[in-house]
């Protein structure tokens, strides 16, 4: 299974990208997906997830009313709309996937099987 992060750039504060990632490879099953995102100096930490079956979404405080998850099955592509980007989303962000059906909640990086290279965002004030 491989994941293809892509959308990252240097934008200003209140400004707007789209991350996508790209699910490719073997036949698999995706029980969810997620975006997690690592800023220097710091842990690697929860952003937005999203069930596969149902689609239900969930996502940190910090990006709530600003960020938007979603999917799209026929492409096994899952998005990450970024509004209002603030310098503090600066980091370098991660997709993952959970095929498996690995128990515990999405906002924990061991329940993800696989992970894509990582996309940067840079936010300037």
């Known amino acids: 299974v491989q994941l293809q992060a892509s959308g990252g750039g240097s934008v200003q504060a209140g400004s707007s990208l789209r991350l996508s990632c790209a699910a490719s490879?073997?036949?698999?099953?995706?029980?969810?997906m997620g975006w997690f995102r690592q800023a220097p100096g710091k842990e690697r930490e929860f952003v937005a997830a999203?069930?596969?079956?149902?689609?239900?979404?969930y996502y940190t405080d910090s990006v709530k009313g600003r960020f938007t998850i979603s999917k799209d099955n026929a492409k096994n592509t899952v998005y990450l709309q970024m509004n209002s980007l603030k310098p503090e989303d600066t980091a370098v962000y991660y997709c993952?996937?959970?095929?498996?059906?690995?128990?515990?909640?999405?906002?924990?990086?061991?329940?993800?099987?696989?992970w894509g290279q990582g996309t940067l965002v840079t936010i300037s004030s």
């Open positions: 999203i069930r596969w079956s149902g689609g239900n979404t």
């Open positions: 490879g073997r036949t698999f099953s995706r029980y969810a």
């Open positions: 993952a996937v959970d095929t498996s059906g690995n128990s515990g909640s999405v906002v924990y990086p061991g329940r993800y099987d696989y």
